[in-house]
C-alpha cells in the first residue's frame, strides 16, 4: 500500500517573481486557499498517512504556516469565530501527518528526492510536484489504483500539443495496457518536435521504488550541476524495472508560471463546486 508522499518544496519559484521574492510560492492563494493545501487535500483523499515536505531554511514560512498556534489561540480567545475555529483544527489536522527535510542548496529534484530516504518505510512512495494542480478528479488516487493491479511504479500523463513537446519530458511507449495505461519504454526531455517518441507528456505526480535511492546516491549530476529525477528513473527502465503511464482524466493547471497562477484561480472559481 501506498501511505507516504513527498513533496519538494525547496525550489525558489523564479517565475513567479516578484511575489516569490517574499513569499513561498506554495502559500500563495489560488481561489482564497493556499495551494499547498490543494496538494494535501488530494494525498488525504488518496488515502496518504504520511506527507514528508522537502524545503529550504529560505521557505521555512511553509512551516511556520502549520505551527501558528499562539496566533490562532489568542485569535480564537477574543472573537470565538466558527471560520477561524476550522482553519485551526484543519491545520492540527494536517500537521499530524506532515514531517519536514532540508534541501538548502538548490541540486535538482533528484537531490531533494534523496533528502527522505531515510524516512521512507514501504517499497513504493508517492511524489508530488506542487506546480502541477490537478482538479475535478484525484489523480494520485487513480494512479495507485494503477499501482496495486500492475504492480509497477506509474507516472502521470497528459496528451499535448504536437508543437509544444520541447517545453515536456515526453514518453516513449512500449504499449497500450488499458483503456489510459501504457507500459513506459523511455522518458526523453524536452524533445525537438522531429524527435519526439510521441505527444504524450510527463505531469507531476509519480509512484516510485524505493530501488531509486539507490540510483540516485551513484547517479552523476546532469544538465546545469543538478541531480535529476528523470534521470534515476530512466535508468530504472533501463534495468527492465515496469513503469506505467497513466493518462489521468481531470483538469490540469500549471501554476509555477505567473500567468498559470492567475489562470488557476479563474479555472478553480469556474468549477467552485468541484470534488475529488
Known amino acids: 500500500m501506498i501511505k507516504q508522499a513527498i513533496i519538494p518544496l525547496a525550489g525558489l519559484g523564479t517565475r513567479l517573481l516578484p511575489l516569490t521574492s517574499v513569499f513561498a510560492k506554495e502559500l500563495l492563494p489560488i481561489n482564497g486557499k493556499p495551494g499547498i493545501e490543494y ?59 506532515i514531517k519536514f527535510v532540508y534541501q538548502n542548496k538548490p541540486k535538482g529534484t533528484g537531490d531533494a528526492v534523496l533528502k527522505t530516504k531515510k524516512l521512507i518505510k514501504n517499497n513504493y512512495f508517492l511524489m508530488l510536484l506542487p506546480d502541477d494542480l490537478i482538479i475535478n478528479n484525484n489523480c494520485s488516487k487513480s494512479m495507485i489504483k494503477i499501482h496495486e493491479k500492475y504492480k509497477s511504479s506509474v507516472m502521470a500523463s497528459m496528451t499535448v500539443n504536437k508543437k509544444t513537446v520541447s517545453r515536456w519530458g515526453i514518453f516513449k511507449l512500449n504499449k497500450r495496457l488499458s483503456k489510459n ?9 524536452k524533445p525537438s518536435t522531429n524527435n519526439a517518441p510521441s505527444n504524450k507528456a510527463v505531469i507531476g505526480r509519480y509512484i516510485l521504488p524505493k530501488l531509486i535511492f539507490k540510483k540516485l546516491l551513484n547517479q552523476k549530476k546532469g544538465k546545469g550541476g543538478e541531480i535529476h529525477i528523470t534521470d534515476a528513473i530512466q535508468s ?14 481531470g483538469k490540469y493547471l500549471d501554476c509555477g508560471t505567473m500567468n498559470g497562477y492567475i489562470n488557476s484561480s479563474k479555472e478553480i472559481r469556474k468549477l467552485w463546486n468541484y470534488v475529488w
Not at 511553509?62 to 496566533?71: A, G, H, L, N, V
Request: a positive charge; charged letters at 40%; one cysteine or more.
Open 181 to 189: 495505461n501504457y507500459l513506459i519504454e523511455d522518458v526523453i526531455e
Open 39 to 97: 496538494i494535501i487535500e488530494e494525498c488525504i483523499d488518496a488515502g496518504i498517512k504520511e506527507i514528508i515536505f522537502i524545503i529550504s531554511k529560505k521557505k521555512i514560512m511553509i512551516k511556520d504556516y502549520f505551527y501558528k498556534d499562539k496566533f490562532y489561540k489568542n485569535l480564537i480567545k477574543k472573537k470565538k469565530d466558527p471560520r477561524i475555529i476550522k482553519e485551526y483544527q484543519k491545520i492540527l489536522k494536517y500537521r499530524k501527518m
Open 236 to 249: 530504472l527502465i533501463h534495468d527492465n524495472n515496469k513503469f506505467v503511464a497513466h493518462n489521468f482524466l
